[in-house]
């Protein structure tokens, strides 16, 4: 018996490999074939061992300075009956859409899919909030923070917004007046902004006198940390395979159970960044308590409301934060990217920059005419905003050029379902890559260049279900409006101050980083006006 199971060790060990090889190898390349030979021109298939469709990022981006090349190519080589691709991420088998009308579908049976875990930070720190919930806890979150994003409500946010983008732009003219030829860093500027907006509209103060200090003595404050922990949990994922390997088995638990030294050291930090949070979320709710006329219109103490006021709410603190930390991250680098993308276009297209600029002081003109132009952006007003149709369409053309979501989250079918004629097993990953229409020739006239003006006059009607950088269906983006706000606020902003010009001596890419955009960033050049 005793050497009988000596025997079996090595026995199992190779059985083991072979599974693995299988599973990596052998079973994603079997599933494409036989998704290309079901569905014909239908599909496409990106294949790569290992990490699959990243690769095909990675090589788009040495290779053409492009992480979205290959759907570039396929878009424009216009192949009208191409309605998906499948792709494979490891041993996971996966179909993107990209034909409108499936696109739609997908949106409309949202409670079939599932977001996937992305990384450890983002599971620890906003698995509870309204970006992962699904059902009925999804239901019950969207209806309390669509109240706070309702068109009428980002109102009330707008004096806020134009304080940060006043202090920013004090900021930088200093800056430029001590070094006129200083590199601007657009999108980094723009993300300066917006993570200060998002800070503020949730917990109503400024963020300077809540530190977190590091275990090596360097002090960040709670956006900064977060920022810092979302990124360092992507990179170690990427620069550690056997952190990796680890995560793809062991999934959201892989911190916990046997942690690497990196795994122990990203923990820390979420526990410290949770309790940072907390403390400021417990120490509002004392004061509420105490005094509820001390209330004011800012996420926090919306939530502290109910949870005082009704004893049967579902709301919890621990909600709470994971709602602060998923709003930070769903709305700065995206609303960032989205201004410093249109900022770099208006480097290079002058002519437009004129018109934009016109259109700005044509409007606020109309009531202050005796205020010198730059104080004038202090009265702007959301109605001002809402009327500058050619700086909306600026931000407009900057979303469909280079969408800071190519598509939605990836996420994984938690039952068998069909799209269209696509048979999808439950466990199968499902995406929508809306940036393949964005790019497509036979939509959008000459697709690479940047025409505001094609959204203008009504024409923007005939793009509805081709331009969805927001997502479409019950899960789209409940941020868009203050996601538009901000951007024309820092666009009016800007351009009352300073002549955008470009920094040509940068070879510029687009990387698919967390999210897809401009790399590097110190693209322009702001002369005081
Ligand atoms: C240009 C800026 C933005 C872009 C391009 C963008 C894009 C998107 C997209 C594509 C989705 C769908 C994700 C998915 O279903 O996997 C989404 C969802 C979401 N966005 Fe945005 N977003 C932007 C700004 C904002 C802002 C400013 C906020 C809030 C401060 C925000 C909060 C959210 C939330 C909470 C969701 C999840 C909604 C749900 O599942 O019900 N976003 N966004």
């Known amino acids: 018996m005793f050497v009988e199971n000596i025997n079996l060790i090595p026995v199992l060990f190779i059985l083991g490999i072979l599974f693995i090889l299988y599973k990596m190898i052998l079973y994603p390349k079997i599933r494409l074939m036989q998704l290309q030979k079901k569905y014909g021109e239908s599909i496409k298939v990106v294949h790569h061992y290992g990490t699959g469709l990243l690769m095909e990022y990675k090589k788009g981006f040495q290779q053409l300075n492009d992480s979205m090349a290959f759907i570039r190519k396929m878009s424009k080589e216009n192949q009208s009956n191409v309605e998906a691709f499948a792709f494979n991420i490891g041993p996971k088998i996966g179909i993107s859409f990209v034909y409108p009308e499936l696109i739609k579908q997908v949106h409309k049976n949202h409670d079939a899919f599932q977001k996937i875990d992305v990384s450890q930070a983002v599971v620890y720190l906003f698995s509870n909030s309204l970006i992962y919930a699904t059902g009925k806890q999804w239901q019950r979150q969207r209806q309390f923070l669509g109240k706070s994003f309702h068109f009428e409500e980002i109102k009330n946010y707008l004096p806020c917004i134009k304080d940060i983008c006043i202090k920013t732009s004090n900021q930088i003219s200093e800056d430029i007046r001590i070094n006129p030829q200083k590199e601007i860093q657009v999108v980094k500027i723009c993300e300066k902004v917006t993570s200060e907006v998002v800070f503020r509209v949730f917990f109503g103060s400024t963020q300077e006198n809540i530190l977190i200090e590091r275990e090596d003595g360097q002090k960040l404050s709670i956006s900064e940390e977060l920022v810092s922990i979302v990124m360092d949990s992507f990179r170690i994922l990427q620069q550690d395979k056997l952190l990796l390997i680890k995560s793809l088995i062991l999934k959201r638990y892989s911190m916990k159970i046997f942690p690497l030294r990196e795994e122990k050291s990203l923990h820390n930090r979420l526990i410290q960044l949770k309790k940072a949070c907390e403390t400021i979320v417990l120490q509002r709710k004392k004061q509420l308590q105490l005094d509820p006329a001390l209330y004011k219109n800012n996420f926090l103490d919306l939530y502290l409301k109910e949870m005082i006021q009704n004893s049967n709410t579902q709301i919890t603190i621990d909600e709470i934060i994971a709602n602060f930390c998923g709003l930070f991250f769903a709305g700065t680098d995206t609303t960032g990217n989205m201004t410093g993308v249109a900022l770099y276009y208006l480097s290079l297209n002058p002519q437009i920059q004129k018109e934009a600029r016109e259109e700005v002081i044509q409007i606020i003109s109309k009531k202050n005419s005796n205020l010198d132009l730059k104080d004038q ?153």
């Open 377 to 529: 952006f202090n009265y702007i007003t959301f109605e001002d905003l809402s009327s500058m149709n050619l700086i909306n369409s600026i931000l407009k053309e900057s979303l469909r050029l280079i969408p800071p979501a190519i598509g939605v989250f990836p996420r994984y079918a938690n039952r068998d379902i069909k799209i269209g004629q696509f048979e999808l097993k439950k466990g199968d990953l499902v995406n929508t890559h809306f940036i393949y229409n964005q790019s497509n020739p036979s939509i959008f006239q000459n697709p690479e260049q940047f025409d505001p003006k094609r959204w203008m006059n009504g024409n923007d009607l005939q793009f509805a279900f081709s331009f969805t950088p927001f997502s479409l269906g019950p899960r789209n983006c409940i941020g868009q409006h203050l996601a538009m706000i901000e951007g024309k606020c820092m666009l009016a902003n800007f351009l009352l101050k300073y002549d955008i010009l470009p920094n040509k001596s940068q070879n510029i890419g687009l990387e698919m980083k967390i999210i897809y955009g401009l790399s590097p960033d110190n693209l322009v050049y702001f002369k005081q006006r």
